[in-house]
T-cell receptor, first 114, second 114 residues
Framework: DAGVIQSPRHEVTEMGQEVTLRCKLI?????LFWYRQTMMRGLELLIY????????DSGMPEDRFSAKMPNASFSTLKIQPSEPRDSAVYFC????????????FGDGTRLSIL | AQSVTQPDIHITVSEGASLELRCNYS??????LFWYVQSPGQGLQLLLK??????LVQGIKGFEAEFKRSQSSFNLRKPSVHWSDAAEYFC????????????FGSGTRLLVRP
């Protein structure tokens, strides 16, 4: 079975540009989580969805960040405009429900903002 | 506030030696406990998990962990380390309350001496 698929694996762009990260959930999973990993803050939850609805976005750093689930199997995380401090590895994970464990992680997108 | 502590930032062991990585958590409710491993440039791989029952759990790659409720700890062990075990290890804790958040420790980087 295919796991959580993230694209792109690497993204390098200049500050001010819009960045879109993509995530495909495991088939049948209804919950989607976006995490960010940095040296300073480690792994932190940004937002999670259940049945396409955002449940908790308290970890989203600021309004430049937005996340959507246009359908049950796909999610995007957008940063507009991007800043150098957004450079990090972004992971998404999915599960059957918010309480279902463990979450299944994608391989991450390494984002560098110049 | 819920927190997970991995007190060792780096650990160096010789190949063939035993290993113990420490993890402590706060908060009183019974948690779900996980250990993940991350190789450089890679995603998170689940090593093992504890939900309930036997407090000594076996995982992949010869790892095991023991849940000690009285000490709020979930330490990871391996009797004989291989060079391929060099990676970063993350302890994560999930509390089944309204937050549904998986909280990660800051990680321990394992270096293996030949």
């Amino acid at each position: 079975d295919a796991g959580v698929i993230q694209s792109p694996r690497h993204e390098v762009t200049e500050m001010g540009q819009e960045v879109t990260l993509r995530c495909k959930l495991i088939s049948g999973h209804n919950s989607l989580f976006w995490y960010r990993q940095t040296m300073m803050r480690g792994l932190e939850l940004l937002i999670y969805f259940n049945n396409n609805v955002p449940i908790d976005d308290s970890g989203m750093p600021e309004d430049r960040f937005s996340a959507k689930m246009p359908n049950a199997s796909f999610s995007t995380l957008k940063i507009q405009p991007s800043e150098p401090r957004d450079s990090a590895v972004y992971f998404c994970a999915s599960s059957f429900s918010p309480g279902d464990q463990p979450q299944h992680f994608g391989d991450g997108t390494r984002l560098s903002i110049l | 506030a819920q927190s997970v502590t991995q007190p060792d930032i780096h650990i160096t062991v010789s190949e063939g030696a035993s290993l113990e990585l420490r993890c402590n958590y706060s908060y009183g409710a019974t948690p779900y406990l996980f250990w993940y491993v991350q190789s450089p440039g890679q995603g998170l791989q689940l090593l093992l998990k504890y939900f309930s029952g036997d407090t000594l759990v076996q995982g992949i790659k010869g790892f095991e962990a023991e849940f000690k409720r009285s000490q709020s700890s979930f330490n990871l062990r391996k009797p004989s380390v291989h060079w391929s075990d060099a990676a970063e290890y993350f302890c994560a804790v999930f509390w089944m309350d309204s937050s549904y958040k998986l909280i990660f420790g800051s990680g321990t980087r394992l270096l293996v001496r030949p």
